[in-house]
């Protein structure tokens, strides 16, 4: 049974930085696109099945995406985080070895619960 779990959400202050973790059990995330979304479905950052970093608008420059095979995690290191960035996160993961990455949230199978990031003075 494939599950996600996050991990590493809290109150910053604005321009602060904050790092969020999603550890998966069950399956890899090795050969498989996974992605970051926020409230309400929104895409912000994804790796491809062969470790390729996309961001949206917003998270580009800002964000970054990475992938521990070892330790079967994506993470989201954000920085400069403004008010706009509060929002439930919750990662993603395809359910087809190889399937090139999607920013939509209906290409996705398994879903996280998500972590509360929340940036305010």
């Known amino acids: 049974q494939v599950r996600l779990v996050e991990s590493g959400g809290g109150m910053v202050h604005p321009g602060g930085s904050l790092t969020i973790c999603c550890t998966a059990s069950g399956r890899t995330f090795r050969y498989y696109a996974s992605a970051w979304f926020r409230q309400e479905r929104e895409f912000v950052a994804g790796i491809s099945w062969n470790?390729?970093?996309y961001y949206s608008d917003s998270a580009k420059g800002r964000f970054t995406i990475s992938r521990d095979n070892a330790k079967n995690t994506i993470c989201l290191q954000m920085n400069n985080l403004t008010p706009e960035d509060t929002a439930v996160y919750t990662c993603?993961?395809?359910?087809?070895?190889?399937?090139?990455?999607?920013?939509?949230?209906?290409?996705?199978?398994?879903w996280g619960q998500g972590t509360q990031v929340t940036v305010s003075s």
């Open positions: 470790g390729i970093a």
């Open positions: 993603a993961l395809d359910g087809e070895r190889t399937r090139q990455l999607s920013t939509y949230s209906s290409s996705y199978y398994y």
